[in-house]
């Protein structure tokens, strides 16, 4: 009787006198073969056997890597990993860019276990943009599948993933009179808020008609300025 892996947990592989067996994955196996007289008495005899493997792994991503999302808005990636070697093998994962970016990103799992030689499996890559997030601010992320069979077997891909843009502007008065008297100066002051998630360059068209009587006071606010996200500026009328 012939055990050709005492580790796992099979005692008898093969009974016969010139057996063949494949073993699927690389390392140090202990063999023992057992032999057996017509009275029932028995002889052992072991060796170990190490077997080399040739690691490999291809990676790919759908969507040639790129996708568009809003901030607060989820989308994903499908990543397949291939088993380029000649054995079962366990492919790692992992992702590296901006520490900031990176963060978005989710794996599925970071690890790919007992691949068979030849074997496929699809990996979800969930991205999710967080709140504040600016058109800017994207950057590629790099997806590493490495062999365990052979570190130095790697493939990359990278994805990127582009911040929808959204302009958005909120306008509100700080002061507004309630009423005037004919000839009766009085300052208006509006406050101009980025609520989008890109500069916005804000200027006032000179006034004609019936609101010429309003006029941007450029003694105490710009013609025009640039607001980034988050920011705001006051224009001051009279």
Request: glycine letters at 8%; aromatic letters at 8%; zero cysteines.
């Amino acid at each position: 009787a012939w055990d050709f892996d005492s580790a796992n947990g099979i005692q008898e592989d093969f009974t016969g006198i010139a057996p063949t067996y494949t073993y699927t994955k690389g390392g140090t196996y202990l063999v023992t073969l057992t032999i057996y007289d017509a009275l029932g008495q028995s002889g052992v005899d072991t060796l170990f056997v190490e077997v080399l493997q040739a690691g490999g792994v291809r990676l790919a991503v759908d969507s040639e890597g790129t996708k568009e999302v809003a901030p607060e808005q989820s989308s994903s990636y499908l990543l397949t990993v291939t088993n380029t070697g000649d054995g079962t093998d366990t492919i790692a994962l992992s992702l590296t860019g901006d520490p900031d970016v990176v963060g978005w990103y989710n794996l599925e799992t970071r690890q790919v276990a007992n691949l068979e030689a030849g074997g496929v499996r699809i990996i979800r890559l969930s991205v999710t943009v967080p709140r504040g997030a600016l058109v800017d601010q994207a950057s590629e992320v790099v997806v590493t599948a490495t062999s365990a069979a052979d570190t130095t077997k790697q493939a990359s891909v990278s994805v990127l993933t582009a911040v929808k843009e959204i302009l958005r502007i909120e306008v509100s008065f700080v002061s507004f009179p309630t009423g005037m008297k004919a000839g009766e100066a009085v300052e208006v002051t509006v406050h101009i808020l980025n609520s989008g998630n890109r500069d916005v360059r804000v200027f006032f068209a000179e006034l004609t008609g019936d609101s010429a009587w309003l006029s941007l006071d450029t003694t105490k606010s710009p013609s025009q300025a640039t607001i980034r996200p988050g920011k705001s500026q006051d224009f001051t009328f009279d």
